[in-house]
Structures are given as structure tokens and as C-alpha cells.
């Protein structure tokens, strides 16, 4: 491996550190990754592509969430998962603390 040296702005110093730590990765890791994705084909050369751990966060699958907002912030208010873990089945069970 080369070193490289980079000058950044303070600001942009504390995000890119913020961002490195909320992956879990050091900001080594985090520039090597984000430069390479700045390369043409992703700079993965053959690889297998790293996918970020919070990739397809808050996808449920569910279609009707959007619609049913007020009623699933109304049950989480209670203690009540509403939705559950296999659709409407899981609805009036409690949650636990």
C-alpha cells in the first residue's frame, strides 16, 4: 500500500471521522472505500462489492406503512407492536422493555 496525504477543512475532517466511526470502519478503511467508489466501475477490480450494513435499512416489506402511520405511532405510544413480525398476526402483542 502507498500512503497519500490530504488536506481537509476541519469540517469536512469531523464528518468524514463521524461517518467512518458510524460504519465501524477506521478512516483509513472509509477513504480507501470512498475513493474507490469515485473510480470508474467502483474501483472493485473483480471483488466482490462491500455493501454497507445499514443497506436496505427500513425496508420491511410492507406496502402499507405510509398509510397506517398514525395508527403504528399511536400503538408504539402504548407498547403495542401492531405490526409484528409476520404482518397483521403479530397485532396486540405487547412489547417488552
Excluded at 466501475?41 to 406503512?65: K, L
Amino acid at each position: 500500500m502507498k500512503r497519500t496525504t490530504v488536506k481537509l477543512d476541519d469540517a469536512l475532517d469531523a464528518r468524514m471521522r463521524h461517518e467512518a466511526t458510524r460504519r465501524g470502519l477506521t478512516v483509513s478503511e472509509w477513504t480507501r472505500e470512498a475513493i474507490a467508489e469515485h473510480l470508474p466501475n467502483g474501483g472493485h477490480q473483480g471483488r466482490a462489492r462491500r455493501r454497507f450494513r445499514s443497506a436496505g435499512s427500513g425496508d420491511s416489506g410492507r406496502t402499507d406503512i405510509a398509510e397506517r402511520m398514525e395508527e403504528i405511532l399511536a400503538g408504539l405510544a402504548e407498547g403495542t407492536d401492531i405490526l409484528g413480525e409476520d404482518g397483521d398476526e403479530g397485532r396486540g402483542h405487547r412489547l417488552s422493555a
